[in-house]
């Protein structure tokens, strides 16, 4: 199967248009005539990454998160983003990214159903969908029954298969409205706060973000950029499965890039 006609059937589900725009998504490297018969999922295009891809004989990798993202002016071997786009066109790896695009259209809905997210809407409208339904980045909407922020800690570790979390709030504090953005999510806490949400479950969240949020009346748990988005990797592998189960798909095994010590 050609690259271009896999890029069709995915795009059908996750146009690029519903990316924003600050974004680079698509084909970034490589052949859109390559044949394709292995497909390689991860969620950044890490030399290690790259090294598995290769080693597996991958002719497409995909990602979630674009290697190529601030423009490159130079493509040489003098910097690493450079040197891993020589690579993998030197390989005739094709390479393809699936950011906000599929934040949009497939990450927040998914989110929202690992964490058991009941009557949701969405948390930061970006587009218009089909027949007029509103898509965006994250959900709100109500557990199936209110809990202490301790509870609530505990809850999303679970469902989310966590070794650790951070929590800004007071741990006896009630919950029952959350919301959820994956990823980096401090750009989502007026959102969540307008919305009425009595925790937000995000990544990357700093010192003032979540302290300006509690002293606003709502709890904020970072579970990490990577930990509230590696689940790209089983839901992508789903979808090839169901929509080109001519593929062989491989997803890259779940690591978090760092440790709490």
């Known amino acids: 199967m050609l690259c271009k006609e896999i890029m069709q059937v ?3 589900s996750f146009p690029t248009e519903a990316a924003l725009g600050f974004d680079n998504v698509g084909l ?5 005539g390559k044949e394709v018969n292995r497909v390689y999922l991860a ?19 995909i990602t ?15 910097d690493f983003v450079s040197r891993r786009v020589l690579r993998m066109i030197r390989n005739d790896l094709s390479y393809y990214a699936m950011h906000t695009n599929y934040d949009v259209l ?6 929202e159903k690992i964490l058991g997210i009941r009557d949701t809407e969405v948390l930061d409208v970006t587009m218009e ?11 709100v909407g109500t557990l199936e029954s209110p809990m202490t922020l301790e509870e609530c800690c505990v809850y999303v570790k679970h469902k989310l ?11 006896e504090q009630k919950v029952c409205r959350m919301a959820v953005s994956p990823g980096s999510g401090k750009t989502s806490i007026s959102a969540a706060l307008k919305k009425g949400a009595d925790v937000l479950v995000t990544g990357d969240i700093g010192h003032h973000d979540g302290i300006d949020a509690v002293e606003q009346g709502m709890a904020v748990i970072d579970a990490g950029h990577y930990g509230t988005e590696y689940i790209f990797l089983d839901d992508m592998k789903r979808f090839f499965n169901e929509k080109l189960p001519v593929l062989d798909v491989m997803t890259e095994p779940v690591v978090h890039p760092f440790q709490v010590i």
């Open 28 to 32: 970034l490297a490589g052949r859109s």
């Open 10 to 12: 995915i795009e059908a």
């Open 43 to 61: 969620l950044d295009a890490t030399d290690a990454v790259i090294d598995r891809a290769l080693e597996w004989e991958a002719d497409l990798l």
């Open 106 to 111: 497939g990450m927040a809905e998914l989110a």
């Open 64 to 78: 979630h998160h674009p290697l190529i993202f601030s423009p490159l002016k130079k493509v040489n071997d003098e």
């Open 161 to 171: 298969n966590l070794g650790s979390i951070k929590v800004f709030g007071d741990m």
């Open 129 to 139: 969908g089909a027949e007029g339904k509103e898509e965006g980045i994250g959900r």
